[in-house]
């Protein structure tokens, strides 16, 4: 069984969603990105996704487009990002993911970088403005080296799109419950349990929902109804509110990641 299937059936069994947690690779800087990755891994996270940091980044909202900035002004690179999940792969064996665009892993040659991908330990690729239409020398690619490749699934996906999706999807999909792009949210989209039967109907893979879910309320929302919960920018906030002061950083990321994760059950204690 691969990482990926692993922490699906991990979490069934112990009758709750996953927690797939967030961070852009190298913000603030190399050595306190790795220390947050721990922090979040200690504090119970499934998945990891690492966002691979890009002058361009069309489906982020501020809060990931300054941590992008923030890991490329420090001097992070590909080959960086690379080594990266290398240390994190060093410490632990939960699924890594890289969230990130087609033209960072295509420009300098597609095998070759996948290669790497895997060679860093990386379990698969979520490439945000990758179309499944245009996804095929990705995928022949990708299962080359054993990746999975994860496809998002947005409330206006139709059902042409998603039989489309379920041809091509591997590891799990990911529903982004809300139109635009990525940030904190107030509330939890309306309508997730049509849209979980919805997308299960169509693809028989786990499906994690993400985009605006900041607080321990919405975990456990999002959790009673799908495979796995996804938090980014309520993560990314705790290293921007403390930048200069990594202790400082990891004590507020290790406190939100403790809090989000107690909502994991439906129903809690």
């Known amino acids: 069984m691969d990482r990926i ?52 980044p069309v489906a982020d909202g501020l809060t990931n487009q300054l941590a992008a900035q923030r890991a490329l002004e420090s001097g992070m690179t590909l080959e960086k990002v690379y080594e990266l999940a290398r240390e994190v792969r060093g410490f632990t064996d939960i699924p890594i ?69 379920a041809e091509v999807a591997s590891g799990f999909v990911y529903y982004v419950s809300r139109e635009g792009v990525t940030g904190e949210r107030d509330s939890v989209a309306s309508g997730l349990k049509e849209a979980m039967a919805r997308i299960r109907k169509a693809i028989d893979l786990p499906t994690v929902v993400g985009f605006g879910i900041s607080r321990r309320e919405h975990v456990r929302q999002v959790a009673a109804v799908a495979d796995g919960v996804v938090v980014g920018s309520a993560l990314v906030n705790c290293i921007r509110d403390h930048l200069g002061d990594r202790e400082a950083i990891l004590r507020a990321l290790r406190a939100k990641a403790d809090d989000l994760v107690a909502g994991l059950r439906a129903t809690e204690p």
């Open 5 to 56: 299937s692993a922490a699906f059936a991990k979490a069934r069994s112990e009758n709750r969603a996953c927690f797939v947690a967030y961070l852009c690779a190298g913000d603030p800087d190399f050595e306190t990105s790795v220390a947050c990755c721990r922090e979040l891994v200690e504090a119970g996270t499934d998945i990891l996704e690492l966002g691979v940091p890009f002058s361009d």
């Open 97 to 165: 993911i890289f969230y990130t665009y087609y033209n960072l892993v295509y420009a300098s040659g597609l095998s070759r970088n996948l290669a790497k991908v895997r060679e860093a330990g990386v379990d698969g690729l979520l490439t945000l403005d990758l179309p499944p239409e245009e996804a095929g020398e990705m995928l022949e690619a990708s299962r080359a080296e054993g990746l999975k490749n994860i496809f998002i699934v947005a409330p206006t996906t139709t059902e042409r799109r998603l039989s489309k999706i």
